[in-house]
């Protein structure tokens, strides 16, 4: 693998530093950020959302794979996250960093790809279901690796990662990102 594959691009760079200047420590990991370039990238005219902007970390790995015929809209609950975040893509008409509850994003919707990284995943995942276009790719990350079946956290079984997993309209696979960290990777069906 050439270096330049894991080089870090420059949006991300400056996501991060915002990240730092802000104080937040939940920015997407480098490794689901591959991911979500990819993701990206396998939409080059798609509708690409996130749900939990922070410091525009993630959203800018969502950037670095975004085609030129592509939008990516995000949200974030904090209006200085929001605010700061919005900065990093204040030259990219493709990009709309909205401030507010995830919900504001169902105006936006289907959605080619959607990482549901903040409100949404928990509070009503039947919903961010049903806001994927078919063949619409939805990333979760931010999973503790399991061995078993049904999957299990902290001893009990894992009612929201077994939702997704098992969600009859999805087809969904569960991915380790680092060897204590996993994405659950899920594709909606036609």
């Known amino acids: 693998m050439m270096i330049a594959e894991r080089a870090v691009p420059p949006r991300v760079a400056a996501a991060e530093r915002v990240a730092s200047e802000a104080g937040f420590r939940k920015s997407c990991i480098p490794e689901v950020g591959r991911l979500l370039r990819l993701a990206a990238a396998a939409k080059p005219h798609g509708v690409i959302a996130e749900s939990g902007t922070g410091s525009g970390v993630g959203t800018a790995w969502l950037h670095s794979g975004l085609g030129a015929g592509a939008r990516l809209v995000t ?9 700061r975040a919005a900065g990093v893509f204040a ?100």
Do not use: N
């Open 75 to 83: 949200v974030e609950c904090d209006a200085v996250l929001s605010r």
């Open 91 to 190: 030259d990219d008409d493709r990009v709309d960093v909205l401030t507010g509850d995830w919900r504001l994003l169902e105006r936006q919707a289907p959605f080619d790809v959607f990482f549901c990284d903040g409100g949404g995943k928990r509070d009503d995942p039947e919903r961010v279901v049903e806001l994927l276009a078919p063949g619409g790719l939805l990333i979760l990350d931010d999973f503790t690796p399991s061995p078993d079946w049904p999957p299990r956290f902290e001893g009990d079984v894992d009612e929201l990662r077994l939702f997704y997993l098992t969600h009859p309209a999805l087809d969904a696979t569960e991915i380790l990102t680092t060897p204590a960290s996993s994405a659950v990777l899920a594709a909606r069906r036609g």
